[in-house]
């Protein structure tokens, strides 16, 4: 299966938008997508990040397909299970089902949930899922103080678990904060420290169709 995975440092960093306009872009060349949100928590009545996904590749049916984790609280799934609820099972069963909901897809893209290490089960993360499905791995990372550690730390977990990351995304979430200096210099200092990655930088944005240029660049950083 050729594909990527989506994650990232965190929460609320703009995976769902990124992962989204990537399918567009996808889907605008001509290639069959299956964009997957395979766990997904704080789900309501719909699943929205997986909803997103699906529109963008034009199948809505792959948000509600059987065999994905959907949970209303809105924890990391481990602590789910801890609390009494739903527990997402077997790595292998999930990435099994992805591949199968992949199967006659030019291209499959896969967003996780939260950040690189959100506790699945006691014993398995984020990473782990990464690792199984050995997928075109893209970082998605806030553009903001802070992102220094916290990209170096996710890009090294994912290593740990021989999970190749093939571009960071420094995503603008916030509009531009003056006070906030690293914002013009996160790109840099990651670019030295990890050389032969490519970097690619995401403005702020209003929504996933803004994203399309960024998503362009991927889509070529990625060769698809």
Excluded at 115 to 136: F, H, I, K, S
Excluded at 163 to 171: G, P, Q, Y
């Amino acid at each position: 299966m050729r594909g990527a995975f989506i994650t990232a440092t965190g929460t609320g960093v703009g995976k769902t938008w990124l992962a989204s306009a990537l399918a567009a872009v996808c889907v605008e060349r001509g290639k069959r997508v299956a964009a997957i949100k395979p766990i997904e928590t704080g789900v309501d009545e719909k699943p929205l990040d997986a909803l997103a996904l699906a529109r963008a590749c034009n199948d809505e049916a792959l948000a509600n397909a059987e065999g994905l984790y959907r949970a209303k609280e809105p924890l990391a799934p481990y602590a789910i299970e801890k609390r009494g609820g739903p527990a997402v099972g077997s790595l292998r069963a999930m990435s099994k089902r992805i591949r199968e909901l992949g199967r006659d897809a030019d291209y499959t893209i896969v967003e996780g949930a939260g950040g690189v290490l959100v506790p699945l089960d006691r014993e398995n993360t984020m990473a782990d899922l990464a690792a199984q499905l050995d997928l075109q791995t893209v970082l998605v990372a806030r553009n903001a103080l802070g992102v220094l550690s916290y990209t170096l730390t996710a890009v090294e977990a994912l290593r740990k678990r021989s999970v190749s990351v093939h571009a960071i995304v420094l995503n603008d979430v916030e509009r531009e904060q003056r006070l906030d200096m690293s914002r013009t210099s996160n790109a840099d200092v990651l670019a030295d420290y990890l050389p032969r990655l490519p970097i690619l930088r995401a403005p702020w944005v209003k929504s996933p169709t803004d994203l399309l240029d960024t998503a362009l660049q991927l889509y070529e950083t990625l060769k698809i």
